[in-house]
């Protein structure tokens, strides 16, 4: 079993639309579930309350005390985190995956709301986390990404540009590859950019 987590202290960086569009291509490659650690509003498990036949992977709300048993059977799962989590939490959550996903806006904001979130995990020598820069407009995205890099901090090479279609995607309780919007699909392959980057990650 490979378990990715999406995370950040920050809330509105794309954590959820991250996590529901990375367990949407592993869900192509494997029985896949999303745990929805988000207790107030379980974002994830509304997007994917649909039945469309688009959909490819599971989603439950996290529950801490039979999260063994909800992960028992599925090859991959995705943790899209509570928000709003303390520096011991992430730690944790880094600890317990494959691979720690931490998004961001490229925006003064959420810049600042990054370095916050990534102090805990550098001072406790986490290493397997990467950022990955989301709703990205202009050079804004490349811009943090070279910062970044240049600083020591992983960064994907891959990054997602802002649609306004990913919000129509939630609302329609569709996959974006499934709504017939050529903005939605191009951010959806840009997500499985991320995915195979990730992957490879997870397998070195």
Same mark, same amino acid.
């Given at each position: 079993?490979?378990? *990715?987590?999406?995370? +950040?202290?920050?809330? %509105?960086? #794309?954590?959820?639309?991250?996590?529901?569009? $990375?367990?949407? &291509?592993? #869900?192509?490659? %494997?029985?896949?579930? =999303?745990?929805?650690?988000?207790?107030? $509003?379980?974002?994830?498990?509304?997007?994917?309350?649909?039945?469309?036949?688009?959909?490819? *992977?599971?989603?439950?709300?996290?529950?801490?005390?039979?999260?063994?048993?909800?992960?028992?059977?599925?090859?991959? @799962? /995705?943790?899209?985190?509570?928000?709003?989590?303390?520096?011991?939490?992430? /730690?944790? =959550?880094?600890?317990?995956?494959?691979?720690?996903?931490?998004?961001?806006?490229?925006?003064?904001?959420?810049?600042?709301?990054?370095? +916050?979130? =990534?102090?805990?995990?550098?001072?406790?020598?986490?290493?397997? *986390?990467?950022? =990955? /820069? /989301?709703?990205?407009? %202009? %050079?804004?995205?490349?811009?943090?990404?070279?910062?970044?890099?240049? +600083? &020591?901090?992983?960064? *994907?090479?891959?990054? @997602?540009?802002?649609?306004?279609?990913? &919000?129509?995607?939630?609302?329609?309780?569709?996959?974006?590859?499934?709504?017939?919007?050529?903005?939605?699909?191009?951010?959806?392959?840009?997500?499985?950019?991320? $995915?195979?980057?990730?992957?490879?990650? @997870?397998?070195?």
């Amino acid at each position: 079993m490979k378990i *990715f987590s999406i995370a +950040n202290m920050k809330g %509105g960086v #794309g954590k959820t639309t991250t996590a529901v569009q $990375l367990a949407q &291509g592993l #869900g192509k490659k %494997g029985k896949t579930l =999303l745990l929805d650690a988000d207790q107030e $509003l379980q974002c994830a498990v509304a997007w994917r309350s649909s039945d469309d036949p688009a959909w490819s *992977f599971d989603a439950v709300r996290y529950d801490g005390k039979r999260a063994d048993k909800q992960m028992a059977g599925y090859k991959y @799962v /995705v943790i899209d985190s509570k928000g709003n989590e303390q520096g011991h939490d992430l /730690v944790a =959550l880094a600890r317990a995956s494959d691979l720690l996903i931490v998004p961001t806006r490229p925006e003064g904001v959420s810049a600042a709301g990054l370095a +916050n979130t =990534l102090s805990p995990l550098l001072d406790a020598g986490i290493s397997n *986390f990467r950022v =990955l /820069v /989301v709703v990205n407009e %202009g %050079g804004r995205g490349e811009e943090l990404r070279e910062h970044l890099a240049d +600083n &020591g901090i992983p960064v *994907f090479n891959s990054m @997602v540009r802002k649609s306004t279609a990913v &919000g129509d995607s939630v609302e329609r309780r569709i996959p974006l590859e499934a709504y017939q919007n050529r903005y939605a699909k191009t951010v959806a392959l840009e997500y499985q950019s991320v $995915l195979r980057e990730a992957l490879s990650y @997870v397998s070195k």
